[in-house]
Each structure stands twice: as structure tokens, then as C-alpha cells.
């Protein structure tokens, strides 16, 4: 699976971004997937994951309440809805296969900075 991640950009805290994983291929539709990020200095982290169907979600404890993960397997395309950013939240976000232990490779990923 090929991922494309976008909709990253520079928002001030309080703010909202929407991000948007585009995948190629037709494995998109039978994997659990799941958003990560990486901030400077620290190892990459899950933010949220969801099953194949997107029937069930998961969070990290951080972005519990703030941060929607969705899919839409017609478009190959998932989503990760963020609202009430924190300047913590600063970081760049991937989009990938969850586990991440079954990841073949990374994207460019796509830069979130939230400002103060």
C-alpha cells in the first residue's frame, strides 16, 4: 500500500486541521490503519488507529476527545479530524498500517505545527 498523507499546515492553538491519508492499491481496505507522529527529538507515537471496517477507533490518551479518526474504503482515503490543537501537538504525522510493526515504509508525512 502506497500512503499519501496532506492537509498539514500552521494553526494557532484552539485551531482545527483536517488530514487526509490517501492509499493506492486494494490492500487499503483490509487493514487496520493508523495515524502516528513524530515531534522533534521524540520517537514516533500512534495517535489513533481504526479496524478495517471503521467500526472501532482507538486514541492515544493525548488526543482523546479533541483528535476523530475516519475512513472511507470507496475512496481509499483516511481522515484525522483535529480539533482544539495544542502547541504539543506540533509534530509531523504519518499515516501507515497499524501495527506499525507491519509497516514496509514510511510517507513524507505532512507538518503540523500549532503556535502559542
Known amino acids: 500500500v502506497q500512503l499519501v498523507e496532506s492537509g498539514g499546515g500552521l494553526v494557532q492553538a484552539g485551531g482545527s486541521l483536517r488530514l487526509s491519508c490517501a492509499a493506492s492499491g486494494s490492500a487499503f481496505r483490509g487493514n487496520a490503519m493508523g495515524w502516528y507522529r513524530q515531534a522533534p527529538g521524540k520517537q514516533r507515537e500512534l495517535v489513533a488507529a481504526?479496524?478495517?471496517?471503521?467500526?472501532?477507533?482507538n486514541y492515544a490518551d493525548s488526543v482523546k476527545g479533541r483528535f476523530t479518526i475516519s475512513r472511507d474504503n470507496s475512496k481509499n482515503t483516511m481522515y484525522l479530524q483535529m480539533n482544539s490543537l495544542k502547541p504539543e501537538d506540533t509534530a509531523v504525522y504519518y499515516c501507515?498500517?497499524?501495527?506499525?510493526?507491519?509497516?514496509?515504509?514510511w510517507g513524507q508525512g505532512t507538518q503540523v505545527t500549532v503556535s502559542s
Open positions: 481504526i479496524v478495517p471496517g471503521g467500526g472501532t477507533t
Open positions: 501507515n498500517v497499524f501495527p506499525a510493526s507491519w509497516a514496509d515504509s
